[in-house]
């Protein structure tokens, strides 16, 4: 599974982003796709997942701020970022998820830096 991510930049506090995350490879087995953030000195973070089925997920520190999205054809998916705050700064990466009965086959995309200024 390949994962290309696009969309990062600079913002001013306030704004918005829309970071896109498109799936190739062996994408049957993916049930799950989303975003996870890491800024530096601090642990990586659940943005939001979505899976195939359409059930989202956000992390408590997004909600109501952030939106995830998923194409018809759930090979892309789409984070978008209003009401951008200072400590949404950091890098964010796209990942798909293959949840199997003895595990979890995780595959992650390059990240693509996110970068809120006052």
């Known amino acids: 599974v390949q994962l290309q991510a696009s969309g990062g930049g600079l913002v001013q506090a306030g704004g918005s982003l829309r970071l896109s995350c498109t799936s190739s490879g062996s994408i049957d087995s993916i049930n799950e796709m989303g975003w996870y953030r890491q800024a530096p000195g601090k642990q990586r973070e659940l943005v939001a997942t979505i899976t195939t089925g359409g059930v989202t997920k956000y992390g408590d520190s997004v909600k109501g701020r952030f939106t995830i999205s998923s194409d018809n054809a759930k090979t892309t998916v789409y984070l978008r970022m209003t009401s951008l705050k200072l400590e949404d700064t950091a890098v964010y990466s796209c990942?798909?998820?293959?949840?199997?009965?003895?595990?979890?086959?995780?595959?992650w995309g390059q990240g693509t830096q996110v970068t809120v200024s006052s």
């Open positions: 990942t798909a998820a293959n949840f199997r009965p003895c595990g979890i086959d995780r595959f």
